[in-house]
């Protein structure tokens, strides 16, 4: 079994500055991609911004120049540094990791973990 948890959500004033932390552990033998998404009330889950297991890199346009996405392989952890925090942002912010288990060779599964709340005030 993989477990994602993440850490860092909060209240922050706009314009203010957060950053997010998802630690995957268990029966971990690879991690592929990695990312974060987001959930407003009422509105559907977003892709916020994915990395690649090599570092590569990829954001939704409307948080780009603001957010930045990287990744520890060594301690299977996806960060997001999330600046210039708008009223617009909060929401539910969840981690997602591709990963390939120990034992089951190259057959890889998403994981989820349990979101993480971000609050703005205006």
């Known amino acids: 079994q993989v477990q994602l948890v993440e850490s860092g959500g909060g209240l922050v004033e706009a314009g203010g500055s957060l950053r997010l932390s998802c630690a995957a552990s268990?029966?971990?033998?690879?991690?592929?991609?990695m990312g974060w998404y987001r959930q407003a009330p009422g509105k559907q889950r977003d892709l916020v911004a994915t990395?690649?297991?090599?570092?590569?890199?990829n954001y939704a346009g409307f948080v780009k120049g603001r957010f930045t996405i990287s990744r520890d392989n060594a301690k299977n952890t996806v960060y997001l540094q999330m600046n210039s925090l708008k009223p617009g942002d909060p929401a539910v912010y969840y981690c997602s990791a591709n990963v390939r288990r120990s034992g089951y060779g190259l057959r890889a599964v998403d994981y989820w973990g349990q979101g993480t709340h971000v609050t703005v005030s205006s």
């Open positions: 268990g029966s971990i033998f690879s991690i592929n991609a």
């Open positions: 990395i690649s297991s090599g570092g590569s890199t």
